[in-house]
Nanobody
């Protein structure tokens, strides 16, 4: 499964940004999709996940109520709407796919995902 993340950029604090992750894989709709991020000098961390049908979502506490994950299986795409951005949101953001055909549970660990996109840089200035 190839994943292509896009939509990153340099924005001021408080501004919104929407990341996209597209796949050409026709089995995309069978995967749980997740977003992770890695800030300079830090470990990659979980941000959000969404079930194969969009029926369940889960967020890291640090982004809850500010970020929204969604997906459009007809377009083989997953999105991350980021509102009220803060300088501490600065990171490279990665989309990931895992759990093919599996029932939903909160996949928050890197090893629970099988495929990864290349990352898109988000920089938030104060």
């Amino acid at each position: 499964v190839q994943l292509q993340a896009s939509g990153g950029g340099l924005v001021q604090a408080g501004i919104s940004l929407r990341l996209s992750c597209a796949s050409s894989e026709r089995t995309f709709s069978r995967y749980t999709m997740g977003w992770f991020r890695q800030a300079p000098g830090k470990e990659r961390e979980f941000v959000a996940a969404i079930a194969w049908n969009g029926g369940f979502t889960y967020y890291a506490d640090s982004v809850k109520d500010r970020f929204t994950i969604s997906r459009d299986n007809a377009k083989n795409s997953v999105y991350l709407q980021m509102n009220s951005l803060k300088p501490e949101d600065t990171a490279v953001y990665y989309c990931a796919a895992g759990g093919y055909g599996s029932r939903w549970y909160r996949r928050t660990q890197e090893y629970e995902y099988d495929y990864w996109g290349q990352g898109t840089q988000v920089t938030v200035s104060s």
